[in-house]
């Protein structure tokens, strides 16, 4: 069973140091998307996190409901020690 495990995570691209969910983004990776990523944030797995960037230290998640002029969510960036990981 493990040799089914370790042909898996083979497939798998390797997570970028900045990724974002945002298909306009020039730090969206469709590849990475194919596969469950987690992030965590201080520890903390966070499930709502829309960018990252490991090596600067933050991510960006929504402010609640509340939309930019164009409709999409606010995003505020909070700051810690993040790690990116496949499920």
């Known amino acids: 069973m493990s040799g089914t495990t370790d042909t898996t995570a083979a497939q798998r691209p390797e997570l970028p140091d900045h990724l974002s969910i945002d298909p306009r983004s020039a730090f ?3 590849a990475v ?5 987690g992030i965590r944030l ?6 709502d996190v829309e960018e990252y960037c490991v090596s600067e230290g933050w991510v960006k998640v929504p402010a609640g ?9 606010l995003l505020i960036k909070l700051k810690g ?4 990981f496949y499920k």
Request: charged content about 40%; hydrophobic content about 25%; cysteine-free.
């Open 28 to 30: 969206h990776v469709p």
């Open 33 to 37: 998307f194919e596969h469950d990523i």
């Open 42 to 47: 201080n520890g903390k797995e966070r499930f």
């Open 65 to 73: 409901k509340t939309l930019d002029r164009k409709g999409r969510p």
């Open 81 to 84: 020690t993040v790690e990116a």
